[in-house]
């Protein structure tokens, strides 16, 4: 597994290539924990380079979801192959995890935080 820490204005994003199975959940929870310590309101987990997750892959995702709502955070699910979101919906996950496509989450939260000074200003006067 390969993981990457990517900071876009107020988000923090851990971009997760290869596997994530039971030797990659140590180092994934690490790096996860250490990223929330700030407290961040939005985590993305960017899901498009994952090739296979198995069931402690799941449990770390879910351990995540969990610290960050206990720090009132959010965690999404991003750019997920049809196959490990098929795993997902299966398992019933999705009703637990917000997942979105890159393009959705590009729009919704990306290029949405590059107006949200302005849009602050605004509220204030």
Known sequence: ????????GKIKSIEIAGKFD??????????FN????SSPNLVSIE????????SSGIGSLIKS?????NKKGKLLLVGMK??????????????????MNASDF??????????SDIDDLLKRN
Not at 65 to 69: E, H, I, Q
Not at 82 to 99: C, G, R, S, T
Request: net charge negative; proline share 2%; glycine share 0%.
């Open 1 to 8: 597994m390969e993981l990457k820490l990517n900071t876009t």
């Open 22 to 31: 039971i030797e990659s959940t140590e180092e994934f929870e690490s790096i």
């Open 34 to 37: 250490k990223l929330i310590e």
């Open 47 to 54: 899901m498009s380079r994952l090739d296979y997750i198995d």
């Open 65 to 69: 979801l969990n610290s960050l709502k």
């Open 82 to 99: 049809p196959m490990i979101q098929n795993v997902f919906k299966l398992a019933k996950l999705d009703m637990f995890f917000e997942i």
């Open 106 to 115: 590009q729009s919704k939260y990306v290029d949405a935080d590059s107006d």
